[in-house]
């Protein structure tokens, strides 16, 4: 017969195992992360954000961010105060130091008003 001291490691190691079996591991590879994004025309005012060593958030009129990375953006885009209306794709596929806003990439430039 097994006494209740030596049982209390195996009972111990099961309820791990078992919590560890039944928990949602949300944190790992989203099933849509590569999945076709739409095109979304959005119009608003670009801004310089001063955080992480500086980022490019468009600031759209229905409220929503996003993050222009510079690498992709126009350079004709990326201007503090500019009021732009883009065609953008979001990139569930990319992460930002910055987290100003979705990351999106531009498509199409309709317009540009530098301030």
């Given at each position: 017969?097994?006494?209740?001291?030596?049982?209390?490691?195996?009972?111990?190691?099961?309820?791990?195992?078992?919590?560890?079996?039944?928990?949602?591991?949300?944190?790992?590879?989203?099933?849509?992360?590569?999945?076709?994004?739409?095109?979304?025309?959005?119009?608003?005012?670009?801004?310089?954000?001063?955080?992480?060593?500086?980022?490019?958030?468009?600031?759209?009129q229905n409220?929503?961010?996003?993050?222009?990375?510079?690498?992709?953006?126009?350079?004709?885009?990326?201007?503090?105060?500019?009021?732009v209306a883009?065609?953008?794709?979001?990139?569930?596929?990319?992460?930002?130091?910055?987290?100003?806003?979705?990351?999106?990439?531009?498509?199409?430039?309709?317009?540009?008003?530098?301030?």
């Open positions: 017969m097994v006494s209740p001291v030596q049982a209390r490691p195996v009972a111990t190691l099961f309820a791990a195992l078992l919590i560890f079996h039944t928990s949602d591991f949300s944190c790992s590879a989203r099933t849509d992360a590569f999945a076709p994004s739409v095109e979304i025309r959005v119009s608003g005012t670009v801004r310089f954000v001063s955080v992480e060593g500086g980022c490019w958030q468009l600031q759209a409220g929503a961010r996003y993050e222009l990375r510079p690498t992709q953006a126009p350079s004709r885009v990326l201007v503090d105060g500019a009021q883009l065609v953008v794709r979001l990139r569930t596929d990319l992460m930002s130091t910055c987290m100003v806003g979705d990351v999106v990439d531009v498509e199409r430039v309709e317009s540009v008003h530098a301030p």
